[in-house]
């Protein structure tokens, strides 16, 4: 272990070195080495080339080389990724601009080019979808939990809980005419997600219980009417904007408390297949955006085995 965490230490990547020191070993804020690790990060390669795609009003341009409507979403879940939270540069203004509502937001989030991208988080109707669930986790791991417009976001996602325990994008139809389509597992895992990071309150509401009872029945990753086809993404998969599904349902019942149960025993063996020799997890796939400059499919991936040590730790 101690070679893995001397690797994840190394200067060279930043965001790194400040998560290991400040997640996985726990140092506080204000330690001096802390200190300097986030000053570099700021100052980082990746950081800085997010931050210089923003627009003159301090905005992810929504085009399709980075990713259509979905762009802010996925860069701040990046910029999360490198260790930026709330009150770091540009973090404040571009959550405050999404959350205050207007018709400049619509106009931005679903630009016609890409209309069959639904994007717009404050569509509360929405929120049971897949990519406003994602970014909801984002905000919450940048630390706008007690933001009051925030609260109210987490409300209307709790009420989002399907009859099936999961989530649903508004606009899915079922491939049976008159049948009420199935929750997406895809958007149920985003939603898992979600409860992992929200207070312990929020664990008595029979939307997260049932949401941790769509998983558990089907042994996390299967289908339920086919129990020996699972259904969840497997692979190592990482691009800066997300993980497979196996790494993010190991991170989030870890974080519940809840990764030792039996049902989590075969998550567990496929991610393990993943590492090298040295214990380090190695990247099977990608995309072609790029959003962080890391080493490429083949190659030990720190982002992943930096998650993977993390979902250790909180599994105990």
């Known amino acids: 272990m101690e070679n893995i965490i001397n690797w994840l230490l190394e200067e060279k990547e930043p965001s790194i070195r400040y998560r290991t020191l400040t997640e996985l070993l726990s140092k506080p804020e204000n330690d001096p080495e802390v200190i300097e690790a986030k000053e570099a990060v700021l100052h980082s390669k990746n950081v800085c080339r ?3 795609r923003l627009d003159d009003r301090g905005l992810f341009p929504h085009i399709q080389k980075y990713y259509g409507n979905f762009t802010t979403f996925s ?5 999360a990724e490198l260790g930026l939270k709330k009150g770091d540069p540009h973090i404040n203004e571009i959550v405050d601009w999404i959350l205050i509502p ?3 937001k619509h106009e931005h989030f679903m630009q016609k080019e890409f209309q069959n991208e639904h994007a717009y988080l404050l569509d509360e109707s929405n929120l049971g979808s897949c990519r406003q669930t994602d970014f909801l986790g984002t905000l919450l791991r940048l630390g706008f939990g007690d933001d009051e417009r925030v609260k109210k976001l987490i409300d ?16 899915k139809k079922s491939r049976h005419k008159g049948q009420t389509p199935k929750s997406c597992v895809g958007t149920t895992v985003n939603a898992l997600r979600v409860f992992s990071y929200l207070a312990e309150e929020y664990r008595n509401t029979d939307a997260y219980k049932n949401t941790l009872e ?10 339920k009417i086919n129990p020996d086809e699972i259904i969840c993404s497997t692979n190592a998969f990482y691009n800066g904007c997300g993980m497979s599904h196996a790494f993010v349902i190991a991170d989030a019942m870890s974080r519940l408390g809840l990764g030792n149960i ?8 496929i991610i393990e ?10 990247l099977e796939a990608t995309d072609t955006k790029k959003t962080l400059i890391m080493d490429g499919v083949g190659k030990p991936n720190k982002y992943l085995t930096l998650n993977l040590l993390l979902s250790y730790k909180h599994r105990g």
Not at 75 to 79: E, S, V
Not at 214 to 223: A, K, L, P
């Open 262 to 269: 039996p049902e989590m025993n075969e998550v567990w063996s």
């Open 102 to 104: 207007g018709e400049d």
């Open 156 to 171: 209307a996602f709790i009420e989002k809980n399907r009859f099936d325990g999961g989530y649903l994008c508004k606009w």
């Open 50 to 52: 997010l931050f210089d």
């Open 273 to 282: 297949s993943k590492k090298d020799a040295e214990g380090k997890v190695v």
């Open 214 to 223: 769509y998983f558990v029945s089907r042994n996390m990753i299967h289908s």
């Open 75 to 79: 860069y701040l879940y990046a910029l």
